[in-house]
Each structure stands twice: as C-alpha cells, then as structure tokens.
C-alpha cells in the first residue's frame, strides 16, 4: 500500500516551483500534498496565494501532520540544519543540495541509522538522471572499477555555446543563470566545485567510500582560453568538464577537470545543459546514462520521483559500504594534461613527470605532460595557469610509476 505524503518544503525558486507543477501534473498518480512551504525574502512576490508560505521554518519542523520534509534552498548550511532537525524530529527528507550532502554525508548516513529515517537525493546528482537508485540497486552485485561523466549542467551548456556558437563566455554563463541551471554563486559550476560534490556522493554509493570533499581535485572550465579552444577546433576536439572516480587495486582515485575529448567519445555529442554518467561494471562493462542536468522541471521530475518512493517507504542502503571490500582514497596519480601559463609563472619541464612537448606564443607558454595529480591541484589554484587533460589521457599510480622506473633502471 502507498501511502499519502504530507510535504513541508523549503525553498520556492527553480527547483521548488519545478517540483510543485510537477507534482500537480501527475493529477494525484503520486500522492502527496505540499501543506506549507518555507521561503527566505519576505518582499518577493509568489506566483501562489500567500497563505502557502512560512518564513518560519518551525511551522514546518515542528508540525506533527507533517511526514516529509523537502528541503530545496540555495543555502547549504542551513539545508544542514533544516535536515538535521528534520530527522531528529520524525521526519524523512528528500534534498537536491549537493553541497551540504558532499560536505555532511557519513553523518547524514549515520543520522539516517540512528533513527531509521529515510533521506533521498536522487536530484542532487546529474539532475533528472536516476543514477543513485541505479547505483543501489541495479549494480549492487556488480564490481565496479569507474563512474565518470559531465555533472554540471552550466559549465556543459557554457561550453556549448561557447565552443559550437562562438558565444562569449560572460554571456553563455548570463544566460546558464538566467535559465535557472547555474548556482547562486556561479563560480561553484565554473570552478567545478559543485560537479565535485556531485562526484562525492557518486562515490559513495560506487565504492561505499564517504571522502571529504576538500580531498578531491576540482579544476573548472574558468581559465579556459581562446587559444585553447583554437587548438581543439584545429584537432577536431571538444572540450568537457568531466568528473571521474575510479579504482584501481584497493585505491580509489576521483577529481574533476576539463579534457580534450574526440569528436567520437560518446560525451562530445552532450550538448547544453544535458548530462551524461558512465558506469563501468566489471561484467556489465560500460553504460551511458544521458539527461538533463539542470533546469526546473528535469530537477523537480527527479524530486517527485524521490517522493513517489517513499511513498513505498524506500530508503538507500549504501549497499556498497556494507560491503567486505574496502578502498580508500587517493590522489597519488600521475595524468596528461596540457598546461598553458603566463611568462611570469615558474613552471618548468622538471615539474613533469614526463615531458612531451611544448611552445610558447603571446606572452604564455604551453607545455604537454604527464605531471602529478598534486601538482595540477596546486597551479590550478594560481591565476593565470590554465589545465587541461590530454585527450585518452592515461592515470597511473605514482607506486605503479616509480616501479617501473626501477625496473628500467
Ligand atoms: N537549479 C538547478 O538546476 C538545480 C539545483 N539544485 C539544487 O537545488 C537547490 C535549490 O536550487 P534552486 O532552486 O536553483 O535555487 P534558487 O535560488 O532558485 O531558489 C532558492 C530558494 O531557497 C529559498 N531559501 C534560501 N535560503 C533559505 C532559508 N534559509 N530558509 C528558507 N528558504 C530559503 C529562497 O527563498 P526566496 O524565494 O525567499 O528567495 C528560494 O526560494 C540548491 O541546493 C541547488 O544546488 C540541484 C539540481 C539542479
Ligand atoms: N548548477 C548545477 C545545477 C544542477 O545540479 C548545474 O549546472 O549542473
């Protein structure tokens, strides 16, 4: 039997409202009724009667005829609290904040057990794409070695327009905003924070690994450059924001950065705000999971799908933490990637593991190596140096490097 859900939720902008004509679309298919909603600016007109609001979050945390609660703010600290008091007060939650969920997850796990309060996320990851219930279900027997794929659906549209339409960047990004796909503080997409959150929490239910996300490598689309785009139109390249998480042995490896990529890699036909996730299994091999990544209804179909499973009380398990395998993280890889610097900046080839080539033109220098993961992290952090892998770049281990090494010498 479903039962009917009594919703409080939090937050009226793109994905709220998404989520609320989503939700009147079904007609009553998904039954559940929004009895309040919880908003910030007591100044900004409402496209609803009045009376629905609250800009008292206790109206909806402390009312007993209230079971679930959907927390969708821009404001990830207090999304944390509103999800703590939530669980602690007997009540399930669905959120889309990928921030506060990276930032807080092994302890939004344990809350979750502690009480035995379901908390659903399905629309913080890739938007509309079901990927964690997958991830859950689907794969929970399969060994799997690697997820990767575009997890931003603004830097995605931005270099679209940017790479296909020869718009500029400041205007692609204006309108990302404008359609309701970028973050409040867009430098999160174009710093490739926000595909790292969504990474994070990927691989928790991947590798049942819960990582801080401080310790995963996020280098965005920001510094990308015209003569970069140059180069990658001369060689029939694209060039996406990818996320990726893979395991090598008992280490699992994760960062975000932009690659060239051939026009015959599945992801450079991804276009605009679209997302893709490819999981590799290791019977199953690999699958392409391709959808909407941002946007008001794509987001709010992914929330009401949340909310229709736990109208037959489903929770995740993190089947893959209860299992015997245990990795951990590590960045102790070595990547290629096409480095471009301004002359003031002290970069040389003994900063590469291996050096393959490089020029210099207009006041920066270009050079193509393999380099160390820490060492990307580190110039990614400088103005003025611009990172991008190689396109089929190659991930070595450090230890596996420095043996081959030996046995060479
Ligand atoms: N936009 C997208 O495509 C996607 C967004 N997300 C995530 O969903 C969440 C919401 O994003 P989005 O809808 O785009 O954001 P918006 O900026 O469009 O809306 C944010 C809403 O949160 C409300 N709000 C902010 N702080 C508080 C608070 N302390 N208490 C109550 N209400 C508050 C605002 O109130 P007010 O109306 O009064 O200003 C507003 O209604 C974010 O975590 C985002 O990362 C996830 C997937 C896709
Ligand atoms: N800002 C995010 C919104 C969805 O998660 C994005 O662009 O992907």
């Known amino acids: 039997m479903r039962k009917k859900l009594k919703l409080g939720l939090f937050g009226f902008g ?3 409202q998404g989520l609320y004509h989503v939700l009147n679309e079904t007609h009553g298919s998904v039954q559940a009724e929004i009895k309040k909603v919880c908003v910030k600016n007591k100044t900004k007109e409402r496209p609803v ?6 800009f008292d979050k206790d109206e909806i945390l402390n009312n007993p005829e209230i079971d679930v609660v959907v927390e969708l703010i821009d404001d990830a600290r207090a999304a944390y609290e509103i999800v703590k008091t939530a669980l602690l007060n007997g009540k399930a939650v669905i959120t889309a904040n990928k921030r506060m969920l990276a930032e807080h997850l092994q302890e939004i796990y344990t809350l979750q057990q502690q009480t035995g309060l379901p908390v659903l996320y399905e629309g913080a990851v890739c938007g509309s794409i079901p990927i964690l219930r997958n991830l859950e279900e689907y794969y929970d027997n399969d060994l799997l070695n690697s997820i990767e794929g575009i997890f931003n659906g603004s830097t995605n549209y931005i270099l679209t327009k940017v790479f296909e339409e020869k718009k500029s960047y400041a205007d692609a990004l204006k309108k990302a905003q404008e359609l309701g796909f970028a973050e409040s503080d867009p430098s999160l997409d174009v710093k490739g924070y926000d595909p790292k959150y969504k990474l994070v929490i990927a691989i928790a239910h991947t590798f049942g690994l819960f990582v801080n996300p401080e310790d995963v490598i996020n280098i965005g689309i920001d510094k990308i450059s015209d003569q970069d785009l140059k180069f990658a139109r001369d060689n029939g390249y694209f060039i996406k924001l990818i996320a990726r998480s893979f395991r ?12 060239f990529v051939e026009a015959t890699n599945p992801l450079a036909s991804v276009r605009n705000e679209y997302n893709a996730v490819q999981v590799q299994g290791a019977f199953a091999e690999k699958q392409l999971f391709i959808g909407k990544g941002a946007g008001s209804y794509p987001t709010g179909s992914a929330v009401l799908s949340d909310i229709s499973a736990l109208s037959y009380d489903y929770a995740y398990e993190y089947k893959k933490f209860h299992q015997a395998d ?34 210099a033109a207009s006041g920066k220098q270009y050079m193509v190596g393999q380099v160390r993961l820490s060492k990307l992290r580190e110039w990614s952090q400088q103005d003025g140096v611009g990172i991008i892998l190689a396109q089929q770049a190659t991930f070595t281990p450090v230890a596996s490097a420095v043996k081959t090494e030996q046995a060479v010498a």
């Open 14 to 16: 793109c994905v709220g």
């Open 49 to 54: 009667n009045d009376n629905f609001f609250t």
């Open 248 to 259: 090598i042995q008992d280490k699992v490896y994760g960062f975000v950065a932009p690659q």
């Open 326 to 359: 245990r990795f951990e993280f590590s960045n102790d890889l070595i990547v290629d990637a096409h480095v471009s610097f301004d002359d003031s900046i002290k970069i040389s080839i003994q900063d590469f593991e291996q050096f393959q080539s490089g020029y």
